[in-house]
Structures are given as C-alpha cells and as structure tokens.
C-alpha cells in the first residue's frame, strides 16, 4: 500500500477570501462539514468537530488569510469500532487547505490530509468524506449558498 497522504485539487468559483472564511468561521463550517462544531478564531485555538456521536478535536495551527488554514487532530473519538479496531486513527495528523486566487477571479483549493493514508483502516470512507465535502458541499456553499454538512438525523437526536 502507499504510504502517501490523501489530496485534492479542487477550482471553486470563489476569491480565496471568501474560500478563507468558509473555512475559519463557525458560520462558514457549519455551512459545508458539520452543523455540530466549535472553531476558535486564532492559532493555538481548538476546534471541535461533531458527527453524529463522532468527535474531532482538533488544534488550529496555522491562519493565513487567503493562502492557508492547517489544523493538526489532538483527538478523535469515533463510532466507527465495528469496522475498525483502532477508533482514533486520525490522531496526530494534520487537514490542509492551500489556497491559491487563479485568473478566473476563483481559488484553486489543494487540500491534504497528512498522515491518512490508504494503510489505515478508515482511509476509504475518509476518501469518500473528504471528496463529498471537498468537491461537492464546500463548492455548493461557495456557488450557491447551499452546502450538503453532514447532519445529525433527526430520529437519532430524539431517541
């Protein structure tokens, strides 16, 4: 198996600065990765990020308005154990986002999430996540204002 790290290129019809805010504020990750989370605002800050009864809690390592967000994983909690013995797999790996304005006036997205890699358990419905999230939600949200997060169904939260 490869031991490289999962990437993608994606060209959104948005500036970088509003790729940016999509992608440090509440408001912005709310709209394309999860309804349930909690994102600091400044280096050093953490982000917790709820999927149903899975938790990410991640620190936030770098902001560079318009070029780069990077976020390192400090914790994953997940209700993926019947499919995997080891639960916290992305523990001590970091999510990428480099944005880079192209001559369309939109962004070209090079995003990577260093350290999954196709030797571990959960890489394929990772892959599956992440280019859900990275090249059909966030493009939505950018586009249109509309964003396909992930939801906590309704039936679960009532039980």
């Known amino acids: 198996m490869s ?3 999962f990437e993608l290129n994606v060209a959104l019809e948005a500036p ?3 790729v940016y805010d999509a992608l440090t504020t509440e408001r912005g990750v709310k709209g394309w990765w999860t309804q349930d989370c909690e994102l600091g605002d400044k280096v050093g800050d953490k982000a917790v990020f709820r999927f149903g009864t899975m938790v990410d809690v991640m620190r936030i390592d770098a902001l560079d ?3 780069e967000v990077r976020w390192h994983v ?3 909690h997940n209700h993926l154990s019947d499919v995997m013995a080891d639960n916290t797999e992305w523990v001590g790996t970091d999510i990428v986002f480099a944005l880079t304005a192209n001559e369309d006036g939109g962004t070209d997205l090079h995003f990577r999430h260093e350290g999954l890699t196709p030797d571990l358990a959960c890489y394929q419905i990772c892959n599956d996540g992440w280019n859900h999230f990275m090249k059909a939600s ?3 949200l950018l586009a ?12 679960a939260e009532a039980s």
Not at 144 to 155: D, L, V, Y
């Open 144 to 155: 249109e204002g509309i964003g396909r997060p992930f939801q906590a169904k309704a039936s």
């Open 16 to 18: 970088p600065a509003k």
């Open 74 to 76: 400090l914790e994953q």
């Open 138 to 140: 966030l493009p939505g």
């Open 3 to 5: 031991s490289e790290s």
């Open 65 to 67: 308005p318009g070029r």
